[in-house]
């Protein structure tokens, strides 16, 4: 097992052997699947995943309601940079809907794109809210209807053959000048995933941990015709040119990859690759 630190994880080493390899053996099946086979097994594998390893730590770490506003409010300040009275929202991937409904306090109609309801089911859901779903690719709004588009930690669970698809339904979904904020690990700081203990690459769900030169040529494949990075960490974010980033890791992948990842990892480097990349219709 790699010494690296396991964060505030606080399992034995033979559960989280387990998860290892429960994740790896789920995750290279949907790297195996085909194009059609993904539509369901993006929500089957997971289910399989939590039913399978019971000590999962989103099924055992239970945020309080304290540190969940945090990481709402952390987002918000964020966001207000991009969402006005008049705006409409898109968020894909949403989770338990918890910032969509928050910025359902601001907007004028806030959409969430889920590959399931269960989560939100239950909740009281605010009346300019909208939960539509999804097959973890599709983004079924209407086209030039959205002005801020939004994900976090999303991209890197995609199928790499899905990214792309997925990018141009959310270009398609936004109105000219639109917005799309999309926050994903960076591949040089990574693994992300419990892979991170044992592999040099992300080998459970993160199907695919992306550069910022990597997702950089990803947008603009997509449609998107200028990009913006904001780099910092817990609610501050700085804007950084694009170049900057690309640079930085150019020089880090030319050297030896243990130097590379070392230096990526320090303060500096990891506050820097903390990015929030935004394409601009």
């Known amino acids: 097992m790699s010494t690296r630190t396991m964060d505030d994880d606080c399992r034995t080493p033979e559960q989280l052997r387990e998860h290892y390899e429960i994740e790896k053996?789920?995750?290279?099946?949907?790297?195996?699947?085909?194009?059609?086979?993904?539509?369901?097994?993006?929500?089957?594998?997971?289910?399989?995943?939590?039913?399978?390893?019971?000590?999962?730590?989103?099924l055992?770490?239970?945020?309080?309601?304290?540190?969940?506003?945090?990481?709402?409010r952390a987002q918000m300040s964020f966001l207000r940079r991009f969402v006005g009275s008049d705006a409409?929202?898109?968020?894909?991937?949403?989770?338990?809907?918890?910032?969509?409904?928050?910025?359902?306090k601001i907007a004028r109609q806030v959409f969430a794109v889920d590959v399931s309801d269960e989560i939100?089911?239950?909740?009281?859901?605010?009346?300019?809210?909208?939960?539509?779903?999804s097959d973890g690719c599709s983004v079924p709004v209407p086209r030039d209807s959205i002005d801020v588009a939004y994900s976090n930690q999303l991209m890197e669970h995609l199928h790499p053959d899905?990214?792309?698809?997925?990018?141009?339904?959310?270009?398609?979904?936004?109105?000219?000048?639109?917005?799309?904020?999309?926050?994903?690990?960076?591949?040089?700081?990574?693994?992300?995933?419990v892979s991170k203990h044992f592999d040099?690459?992300?080998?459970?769900?993160?199907?695919k941990e992306f550069t910022v030169s990597e997702l950089s040529a990803?947008?603009?494949q997509a449609g998107f015709s200028r990009l913006r990075a904001y780099s910092g960490a817990r609610g501050f974010y700085v804007r950084c040119p694009v170049r900057l980033l690309t640079w930085?890791?150019?020089?880090?992948?030319?050297?030896?990859?243990?130097?590379?990842?070392?230096?990526?990892?320090?303060?500096?480097?990891?506050?820097?690759?903390?990015?929030?990349?935004?394409?601009i219709k």
């Open 60 to 72: 055992t770490r239970k945020a309080s309601p304290q540190a969940a506003q945090r990481n709402i």
């Open 218 to 220: 990803l947008f603009r």
């Open 162 to 193: 899905d990214a792309l698809e997925q990018l141009g339904n959310i270009h398609a979904a936004l109105v000219r000048n639109g917005a799309y904020i999309c926050i994903t690990p960076n591949a040089l700081t990574g693994p992300h995933d």
């Open 120 to 133: 939100t089911r239950a909740a009281a859901t605010p009346a300019n809210f909208a939960l539509i779903l």
């Open 25 to 58: 053996e789920l995750a290279n099946r949907l790297r195996r699947a085909s194009r059609q086979e993904r539509r369901s097994l993006y929500s089957s594998l997971y289910d399989e995943l939590f039913r399978r390893v019971p000590h999962h730590p989103q």
């Open 88 to 104: 409409r929202f898109l968020e894909v991937g949403p989770g338990d809907c918890g910032l969509s409904f928050e910025v359902a």
């Open 200 to 207: 040099a690459q992300a080998t459970g769900f993160h199907l």
């Open 248 to 279: 930085c890791e150019t020089l880090l992948a030319a050297l030896p990859a243990a130097v590379g990842r070392t230096i990526a990892h320090s303060a500096p480097f990891r506050l820097l690759f903390n990015v929030r990349l935004v394409g």
